[in-house]
């Protein structure tokens, strides 16, 4: 059965309908050739982190550009990019001759934000088909959170939410459009920094059917984890503000005790002086030096 259009009136305004019959609504992108289209020249990102490119291109290998871009026609068959020049380099790194793309004309930010308003209240579209409605939103409409919010009808905590899911790995956002893990598996999936984890994690979800409350707990205890490796590094702001100053120290208290002292400092702020001692007598001669400094 063929899905009913849900799109407002005068969204084929936004199109050239004569060359791109199949974007007749703002959730539908097409395959442009890479060499039609030029940079925008008001980009006003300068540098690109190469290696977070080389690993983009590596995932656009394996499964596809997720998050088409959005240029603008130019005339002569030719496009200019609006957003989404992170997914274009990567994929020209990527060997791709083709991306997939939304097209607008110049002037018509009032006319697609109807329509993606309208689009957005369909209730076949899956999370990240919003998430990236609400990101469109937000890049090409030239509006906040808070105004989107307004716009759409929903708290600015629930849009936050949706936009947070394109920042998951391509494969998660995958399992999400395909109904593998549901919106609450993937916000917990989020907060965990690492994406090597949050692939670890999808995978478990998938093969032992972990509940989104399982997954929270999982991702709780990690996150404790994490915590308590972070209080067992040496914390870099410390009183003691040189090395000269905190060698200084040791030196000193290592003639004290006439040991090789030494010291680790958490990120907490708390600590421990570490004082060796080779056998029970050499122990003994320590406690009798703190004795003293106790007296």
Do not use: W
């Not at 291109?57 to 990019?81: A, M, N, R, Y």
């Not at 990690?222 to 090395?243: I, K």
Request: net charge neutral.
């Amino acid at each position: 059965m063929a899905k009913k259009n849900a799109l407002g009136r005068g969204l084929g305004a936004l199109l050239d309908e004569n060359s791109i019959e199949k974007a007749k609504r703002p959730h539908t992108s097409f395959d442009i050739e890479i060499s039609l289209i030029s940079a925008n020249p008001f980009q006003p990102r300068e540098r690109f982190d190469e290696e977070a490119l080389a690993e983009l291109s590596i995932s656009i290998q394996k499964l596809g550009v997720i998050q088409p871009i959005t240029v603008k026609e130019i005339g002569d068959g030719k496009f200019q990019l609006i957003s989404g020049e992170r997914r274009l380099r990567a994929a020209k790194m990527a060997g791709l001759t083709k991306i997939p793309a939304y097209i607008r004309k110049i002037n018509d930010e009032n006319l697609l934000e109807m329509a993606l308003i309208e689009n957005i209240q369909r209730e076949d579209l899956d999370a990240i088909e919003i998430a990236i409605a609400y990101q469109r939103l937000m890049e090409e409409c030239a509006l906040t959170q808070e105004e989107l919010s307004d716009r759409v009808g929903k708290k600015r905590s629930t849009v936050a939410n949706y936009i947070r899911l394109l920042k998951l790995p391509p494969k998660v956002q995958i399992g999400i459009r395909n109904h593998q893990i549901s919106m609450g598996h993937a916000r917990a999936l989020i907060n965990l920094k690492d994406e090597e984890t949050q692939l670890m994690i999808f995978e478990q979800i998938l093969k032992y059917d972990f509940s989104v409350r399982k997954v929270e707990e999982v991702v709780r205890q990690l996150g404790e984890d994490e915590e308590n490796q972070a209080e067992e590094s040496p914390a870099r702001n410390r009183r003691f503000t040189t090395d000269a100053e905190y060698e200084k120290l040791k030196k000193h208290l290592s003639k004290h005790f006439v040991a090789d002292v030494d010291f680790k400092r958490y990120s907490t702020g708390k600590g421990k002086i570490i004082i060796p001692f080779s056998n029970d007598d050499d122990l003994e001669r320590i406690i009798s030096i703190i004795d003293k400094l106790n007296r």
